[in-house]
Nanobody
Framework: QVQLVESGGGLVQPGGSLRLSCAAS????????MGWYRQGPGKQRELVAR??????NYTDSVKGRFTISRDSAKNTVYLQMNSLKPEDTAVYYC???????????WGQGTQVTVSS
């Protein structure tokens, strides 16, 4: 059974940093795209960053500020967020999508608020 548990959200001032973690159980990283999505107030959920093996991709608004990584030994995916802006405020969700596209899983989400 797949379970994704996010942690690391919180309140941070503009320009600050946070690191989100997603502890994944029941997932073989090589068989899944692991991603971070976010949903801001009144907005649709959007893909922020995704990783599979050594390949990563990012939405344009976070390029150069966010870094996605994984620790296979800990079965954990991270999102390092630097130079945070108020528009990064959102609930951030961890996602696992099988490479065949047949299965997808979500974590419960963690709130990130960027405000002075």
């Amino acid at each position: 059974q797949v379970q994704l548990v996010e942690s690391g959200g919180g309140l941070v001032q503009p320009g600050g940093s946070l690191r989100l973690s997603c502890a994944a159980s029941g997932v073989i990283f090589g068989l899944y795209y692991m991603g971070w999505y976010r949903q801001g107030p009144g907005k649709q959920r959007e893909l922020v960053a995704r990783i599979r093996l050594d390949s990563t991709n990012y939405t344009d608004s976070v390029k150069g500020r966010f870094t996605i990584s994984r620790d296979s030994a800990k079965n954990t995916v991270y999102l390092q967020m630097n130079s945070l802006k108020p528009e990064d405020t959102a609930v951030y969700y961890c996602n696992a999508q099988s490479i065949t596209g047949s299965r997808g899983y979500w974590g419960q989400g963690t709130q990130v608020t960027v405000s002075s």
